[in-house]
């Protein structure tokens, strides 16, 4: 099982622009999850869904987007380019909402 | 409001010294805890959780509810230990600490 995979790793944007950070896995997890990791902030959530064709907001949602078409896909989409929105994104699975998450190896992204 | 607080962005040891990483919680309702670590160059990863009441790498955290905290402690700290430790509140969603990083030297 290749678990949690994201795409691209590592991403430059210019501000305004647009761009879908991905995310899959394998292991038929129902909960998915995006968060944001800022120094002295920690992790931030983003956006989170409880499984296909549902999806709710985290604690910073302003400036992304969601979709769950597919239990394996949850990407996030970026609709305008901030340089506020320079962070590293790391997208996470579990089984359920309680269980265990597994967390994939991140997207590191600048915008200027 | 639901928060997890995580007071030292940053603890040094020696190696062999005693390790104690703080959490304190706040959260009206019964809380499931959890110490996530994330080494360098790796992903983040689930260290322990409360209701297993494991020990872990040698590591150990007890949910004390008067208190609202949940320590994540070793005796005897190891090189390897060093990393980023990310305290974490599941209620309806999974919410985190700032993380402290622990330096642990020869």
């Known amino acids: 099982n290749a678990g949690v995979t994201q795409t691209p790793k590592f991403q430059v944007l210019k501000t305004g622009q647009s761009m879908t950070l991905q995310c899959a896995q394998d292991m038929n997890h129902e909960y998915m999850s995006w968060y944001r990791q800022d120094p002295g902030m920690g992790l931030r959530l983003i956006h989170y869904s409880v499984g296909a064709g549902i999806t709710d907001q985290g604690e910073v949602p302003n400036g992304y987007n969601v979709s769950r078409s597919t239990t394996e896909d949850f990407p996030l989409r970026l609709l305008s380019a901030a340089p506020s929105q320079t962070s590293v994104y790391f997208c996470?699975?579990?089984?359920?909402?309680?269980?265990?998450?597994?967390f994939g190896p991140g997207t590191r992204l600048t915008v200027t | 409001a639901q928060r997890v607080t995580q007071p030292e962005k940053l603890l040094s040891v020696f190696k062999g010294a005693p390790v104690e990483l703080k959490c304190n919680y706040s959260y009206s309702g019964s809380p499931e805890l959890f110490w996530y670590v994330q080494y360098s160059r790796q992903r983040l990863q689930l260290l322990l959780r409360?209701?297993s009441r494991e020990s872990i790498k040698g590591f150990t955290a007890d949910l004390n509810k008067g208190e609202t905290s949940f320590h994540l402690k070793k005796p005897f700290a190891q090189e390897e230990d060093s990393a980023m430790y990310y305290c974490?509140?599941?209620?309806?969603?999974?919410?985190f600490g700032t993380g402290t990083r622990l330096q642990v030297f020869p």
């Open positions: 974490a509140l599941n209620t309806d969603k999974l919410i």
């Open positions: 996470a699975s579990s089984y359920s909402k309680l269980g265990e998450q597994y």
């Open positions: 409360h209701i």
